[in-house]
């Protein structure tokens, strides 16, 4: 599952997990090394913990807007969901989100990122990077299996 930073893959992921007895995993929990600044870790590193949650787990939802990382899964996907949604909807998601543990010490310090990740998002149609809308639209097409593509949450199809 992928997408612009905000479009709901957390939420989604979380949803189909409790309801279809599956384990989560979000890419942001093994992308970046921890140190300050933030860096991100070798492919090689990833990929590791990518394989290791893969093999331990039979039923999984992987999540993130990585496509370095997405690619990595996709021998091992049975499906895949690209949350495309319009950059105005993912930054009004960005801004009603709840604390997330996982990424800030305190509901204090993500609310003290969020200008710059509204202006992350902003940038997705127009960057190249792994992180791209152009990036995700390449990866959603060059995969064979089963395949939804959601433009808006509570998308059902």
Request: one cysteine or more.
């Amino acid at each position: 599952m992928f997408g612009n930073s905000g479009s709901g893959k957390s939420t989604l992921a979380k949803t189909l997990c409790r309801s279809e007895s599956l384990q989560h995993l979000d890419l942001d929990s093994l992308a970046w090394k921890a140190v300050s600044p933030p860096e991100r870790k070798s492919i090689a590193e990833s990929r590791q913990e990518i394989e290791a949650f893969v093999s331990l787990n039979k039923s999984w939802v992987i999540e993130g807007c990585y496509s370095d990382l997405l690619a990595l899964v996709m021998p091992f996907s049975s499906e895949i969901i690209f949350l495309d949604l319009p950059v105005e909807a993912c930054i009004a998601n960005a801004r009603k989100r709840t604390w997330e543990p996982h990424k800030y010490e305190s509901k204090e310090a993500q609310d003290a990122n969020l200008n710059m990740l509204v202006d992350w998002i902003a940038q997705y149609p127009h960057r190249s990077d792994t992180f791209s809308r152009s990036s995700h639209e390449a990866l959603f097409n060059g995969y064979s299996g089963r395949k939804r593509i959601f433009k808006k949450n509570n998308q059902q199809e």
